[in-house]
Structures are given as structure tokens and as C-alpha cells.
């Protein structure tokens, strides 16, 4: 049974560019989660997609976007790179929202660089 | 009031030893309290969680503790491994957007 699944492991841009993250959730899950987590902290929350939507949103500017497809997987967008972007950025999945607060499963998430 | 406060930032056990972290919140809408565990290179790995009708769960060497009134739940890891060393995060949430603390970096000694 796959986790969950997030592409490339590593990614290096340059300020200004624009990235796409990808992230397949666990069989059987349909709502997934994106976070940052800066060096030495914790996760924090940027958005949750379920059925094709933005469910709810943390603290991030509008350069933060997403998407999610018919077969439950999600990409992350950032526009205009900023340097303080360098972060891992983690993907998890769980159950939809009938049924809240339903364990949230983590993939090993994308290591972003800008230079 | 979505701050989750963790202490100790590091902690060193030696073998077979307790560890102990603690977590504070203020957010009294917040209902389930799950604990992870992260190791280096990797994602978070959900280790135990709690939901606040209940003061104590266990699950293997793992208990959460939650206290209620004093807005407050703590992990403990009997008999301590090296295996064990990593770092640790507890979090909160009412609406499936969880809230972490700031992490405790366990080392374990044999």
C-alpha cells in the first residue's frame, strides 16, 4: 500500500522563478494538506484541497496556490520566488471532511532551495 | 490563541530511560492532539494521538497524558532506544488544519 508520494525530492530556483510541487496522497485518501516547514521548525499549515478545492487556507500570500485533480492528487505553486521560500514542503493526506480530524499521513516532502 | 508551545527545544535520555515532552495550548476549540515523530530527511511519522474526552492513551512504550483544564498534554516514551532519537512534534487541531509546536530533538545514549 503507497504512502504518500511527493515530487522531485529537491529542487533549486533562482528568485523571481516558479515552482510546481507534486504529491500523490495514500491509497484510499481523498483530501490533501500542503505545509512548509522552515530549518529547525515545526510544519505550518498552507492549504487543504478536497474535492478539487480549496477547503481552507493558513497565513500565505496569494503567490501560494494549488491545485487538485479528479484522482485526489494535488500540486503546490509558488510565483515570484522570494529567498525565505527555502524550505522542506510536505504533502498529507487523510479522509474527506465528513469525518474530521482523521489522521493526517505525511509524505518525506521537497526540499526547495532559491539562490 | 493557534500557538501550540513546546518544551524542552532538546532533551538527552540514556537507554531505557523516560522521556517526557510537554505542549501547552489556548485554543480550548481545539479537539484532537496528535503527536510526530520526524527523522532526519524525512516526513513527519504520526506516532499517537489524543482527542480531549479522555486524560491518558497508550499505545506500545507511548502515553499521551492530556490535562483538560490546564490546557496542557505531554508525551511519555518508556524505556527509551536509540532508535527513538529524533525529533518530535505535538500538535493541535479543531478543523483538520493542525497546528504544530516548534519540535524537541531527542537523543537517546546507550
Known amino acids: 500500500d503507497a504512502g504518500v508520494t511527493q515530487s522531485p525530492t529537491h529542487l533549486i530556483k533562482t528568485r523571481g522563478q516558479q515552482v510546481t510541487l507534486r504529491c500523490s496522497p495514500k491509497?484510499?485518501?481523498?483530501?490533501v494538506s500542503w505545509y512548509q516547514q522552515a530549518l529547525g521548525q515545526g510544519p505550518q499549515f498552507i492549504f487543504q484541497?478536497?474535492?478539487?478545492?480549496?477547503?481552507q487556507r493558513g497565513n500565505f500570500p496569494d503567490r501560494f496556490s494549488g491545485h487538485q485533480f479528479p484522482n485526489y492528487s494535488s500540486e503546490l505553486n509558488v510565483n515570484a520566488l522570494l529567498l525565505g521560500d527555502s524550505a522542506l514542503y510536505l504533502c498529507?493526506?487523510?479522509?474527506?471532511?465528513?469525518?474530521?480530524?482523521?489522521?493526517?499521513?505525511f509524505g518525506d516532502g521537497t526540499r526547495l532551495s532559491i539562490l | 490563541q493557534q500557538q501550540v508551545k513546546q518544551s524542552p527545544q532538546s532533551l538527552i535520555v540514556q537507554k531505557g530511560g523516560i522521556s517526557i515532552i510537554n505542549c501547552a495550548y489556548e485554543?480550548?476549540?481545539?479537539?484532537?492532539f496528535p503527536w510526530y515523530q520526524q527523522f532526519p530527511g524525512k516526513g513527519p511519522a504520526l506516532l499517537i494521538a489524543i482527542r480531549p474526552d479522555v486524560s491518558e492513551k497508550k499505545e506500545g512504550r507511548f502515553t499521551i497524558s492530556f490535562n483538560k483544564s490546564a490546557k496542557q498534554f505531554s508525551l511519555h516514551i518508556m524505556d527509551s532506544q536509540p532508535g527513538d532519537s529524533a525529533t518530535y512534534f505535538c500538535?493541535?487541531?479543531?478543523?483538520?488544519?493542525?497546528?504544530f509546536g516548534t519540535g524537541t530533538r531527542l537523543q537517546v545514549f546507550p
Open positions: 500538535a493541535a487541531s479543531n478543523t483538520d488544519k493542525l497546528i
Open positions: 485554543n480550548t476549540a481545539f479537539d484532537y
Open positions: 484541497y478536497y474535492e478539487e478545492e480549496e477547503r
Open positions: 491509497s484510499g485518501h481523498d483530501t
Open positions: 498529507a493526506s487523510s479522509l474527506g471532511p465528513g469525518q474530521v480530524n482523521q489522521p493526517q499521513h
